[in-house]
């Protein structure tokens, strides 16, 4: 049973263009979503994370936005840098009791110069 | 954001032997540790939740006597892989949480078993 969906395995991006990357969640009871980088042979680095009572949160470039209704968030990556080609992973989880991280299955950013 | 180092990043071992990989919060405390193992091209999957002072909680598939974990300190969680065999070669990856709601990883273990 997949909690956390994200549907695109790639996507490539002109440097300078928004990236938008998906994800989908099936548990209503998830309370807080975060979105991770990742390159090979390393471990996640935290990006930008979002509590389910908000619809949105920016930091810099990135903005992640959280439609409860739908049960889907995005990550929007605007302007895109050569530097951010690498593997996204977005994670749900409930906050109450320190639950696990449940992790979709990445999606592979290309930015193209 | 917070810090949390793996050790060791890479190593090779005899099958048959047993590999300890340590986890630490270097500027936190964390209760509650979290290990994972990501095959190629695949996502993170959760092998067990550490939780400082007691047992760990293995997900289902997991085999706890193969993979020994102890969390002592508030600060160090170790997984050990024991009698270790070629389809144990994987990327292991430790996560602290901080007490808040995010979670930090670690740098990833590269275990391979010939």
């Known amino acids: 049973d997949q909690q956390v969906k994200q549907n695109s395995p790639s996507l490539s991006v002109q440097e300078g263009r928004i990236s938008i990357l998906n994800c989908d969640y099936t548990?209503?009871?998830?309370?807080?979503f975060l979105w991770y980088k990742k390159y090979p042979a390393e471990g996640p680095t935290f990006l930008i994370s979002i509590s389910s009572i908000k619809d949105k949160n920016e930091d810099g470039r990135f903005t992640v936005f959280l439609n409860k209704s739908a049960k889907h968030l995005s990550l929007h990556i605007v302007p895109s840098q050569p530097g951010d080609s690498a593997v996204y992973f977005c994670a749900a989880r409930i906050i109450q009791g320190a639950q696990k991280l449940v992790f979709g299955q990445g999606t592979r950013l290309t930015i193209n110069p | 954001g917070a810090v949390v180092s793996q050790h060791p990043s890479r190593v090779i071992c005899k099958s048959g032997t047993s590999v300890k990989i340590e986890c630490r919060s270097l500027d936190f405390q964390a209760t509650t540790m979290f290990w994972y193992r990501q095959f190629p091209k695949k996502s993170l999957m959760l092998m067990a939740t550490s939780n400082e002072g007691s047992k760990a909680t293995y997900e289902q598939g997991v085999e706890k006597d193969k993979f020994l974990i102890n969390h002592a300190s508030l600060t160090l969680s170790t997984l050990t892989v024991t009698s270790a065999h070629p389809e144990d070669s994987s990327f292991y990856i430790c996560?602290?949480?901080?007490?808040?709601?995010?979670?930090?990883f670690g740098q990833g273990t590269r275990l391979t078993v010939v």
């Open positions: 996560s602290a949480d901080t007490g808040g709601a995010s979670a930090f």
């Open positions: 548990n209503s009871m998830f309370d807080y």
